[in-house]
């Protein structure tokens, strides 16, 4: 009876090893035991391997990344890189600038029509006067036509205008009660003053300049600038 207790105790034993490794292992049939390989698990870096074909090998397309970035901002002029272009001071703005003259030079204004045109790339600018104004003082009535061109370079220093280089080729004509002047003399001093972009306050907000009043420029009048058509 001892060996049949021990044929019984050997099955248990290899029976509860069977449950051992059922899930790692199983039974081929002729009492081995072959493992299975753990399945590979995914991953974000993990790429499928080549495909081979009768046309070649195929490789898998590489993962790629995409960076989302914020446009840059548009760029803003510096300086007075707002000013460079073609300008018009209209007849309503140099009306306001003469009224102003006149009462700083003491004769009374009556009509201005025309404008001026400034004209500034990066380094040059050009100033045109192409206006007619008239006005009455020691009991005559006084008219001027304007004409020509100022040329230069200019910089800024701070929050002006200055000049260099400059050719001046403005022109005016006076006429008194309709008879021209050849000598106006002192008329027109501090009514059109000289190399008027040197020392000229300007603003972006507008943009706007100052046209100076008087003969030293120590005062201006603000005037806006209209883009030429």
């Known amino acids: 009876m001892k060996p049949h207790r021990s044929l019984l105790t050997r099955r248990a034993a290899a029976f509860g090893a069977c449950i051992v490794v059922v899930v790692t292992a199983c039974n081929d049939g002729n009492g081995d035991i072959t493992a299975s390989p753990p399945e590979a698990t995914p991953t974000a870096d993990s790429q499928e391997p080549p495909v081979s074909t009768s046309a070649g090998t195929i490789e898998p397309p590489t993962p790629t990344t995409t960076l989302h970035t914020d446009p840059a901002p548009d760029s803003a002029p510096q300086g007075a890189g707002c000013l460079v272009g073609e300008w018009t001071i209209s007849g309503t703005e140099l009306s306001t600038y003469y009224d102003a003259v006149a ?3 003491g004769f009374q204004m009556m009509d201005v029509t025309g404008e001026i045109r400034l004209s500034f790339t990066e380094s040059t600018y050009q100033y045109t006067q192409d206006f007619a104004l008239s006005f009455q003082v020691g009991g005559g009535n006084e008219s001027v036509l304007t004409s020509g061109a100022d040329t230069g370079s200019w910089v800024t220093d701070g929050e002006m205008l200055t000049s260099s280089n400059v050719r001046q080729s403005r022109l005016a004509s006076v006429s008194e009660d309709g008879t021209p002047v050849d000598d106006p003399g002192d008329l027109l001093v501090g009514v059109f003053p000289q190399d008027p972009i040197d020392q000229m306050p300007y603003s972006c907000d507008g943009p706007t300049v100052g ?7 120590t005062d201006h009048l603000t005037v806006q600038l209209t883009p030429a058509p």
């Open 211 to 217: 046209l100076p009043l008087g003969e030293f420029k």
């Open 103 to 105: 009462e700083i030079a």
